[in-house]
């Protein structure tokens, strides 16, 4: 028998008519691999559902068609569903796209969930910069930077260590990187935990240096 083509209309009903956990991942995961945009406003409702394996698929829908998908994931940012928001922020922080990161920010900062606050913390390493006006990019950039070392403070070590990733990414693009350096560098010595300060030792060899910086080190 001749497999069934999945067409956009026959991924999307699988979804709409799926009765289990794992027929809810598969029409999810048929529907994301099509790349298609008229996917995204399902893609986001499935976020709120009570299906981890679907939302996981979901998220990585909508990475993939990327940037249209953002503008209805701001817009649809469910205050109520603390589950969907968390997803949601998952989706913007691997996207990348200038417009989520005020959202970032905040949820680094702020979220009382470690999940998210490591997701933001890693995407707020990872914007899109050239999508932002040249004379507003080192604002952005600097916001970005202030946060991560915020974050560098965590409580949760692996929050701590998407930070640094975060910051060796954002150091990457930036031409003034001696903060994040000495940043790195009193991590890779006196974090808490000895993943962090392998992450920052890996991030510092990354960037052509060694734990061992002076304090006062500027790029």
């Excluded at 699988?14 to 529907?31: H, T």
């Excluded at 991560?148 to 949760?156: G, H, I, M, S």
Aim: net charge negative.
């Amino acid at each position: 028998m001749a497999p069934v083509l999945k067409t956009f209309e026959i991924c999307l009903q699988a979804v709409n008519d799926a009765d289990s956990a794992q027929g809810l991942l598969d029409a999810v995961e048929d529907l994301a691999e099509l790349n298609d945009k008229r996917a995204i406003p399902t893609l986001i409702q499935v976020l709120g559902f009570n299906n981890p394996g679907a939302a996981v698929a979901a998220v990585e829908g909508l990475i993939q068609i990327g940037v249209p998908a953002v503008s209805l994931l701001l817009d649809k940012l469910d205050g109520y569903n603390y589950g969907a928001r968390a997803w949601a922020i998952r989706a913007l922080a691997g996207i990348g796209d200038p417009r989520g990161q005020a959202l970032l920010l905040n949820a680094a900062a702020n979220d009382f969930s470690l999940s998210v606050r490591r997701a933001a913390a890693r995407g707020l390493g990872t914007i899109r910069w050239h999508d932002i006006p040249d004379n507003e990019r080192e604002g952005a950039m600097m916001q970005s930077q202030t946060v991560l070392f915020q974050v560098t403070k965590d409580d949760e070590w692996v929050v701590r260590y998407a930070a640094v990733v975060g910051l060796e990414a954002l150091a990457l693009k930036l031409t003034e990187t001696g903060n994040i350096i000495q940043c790195l560098s009193q991590l890779s010595h006196h974090d808490d935990t000895a993943a962090v300060q392998a992450r920052a030792q890996w991030a510092l060899e990354n960037l052509g240096l060694t734990g061992n910086q002076d304090s006062n080190t500027q790029s």
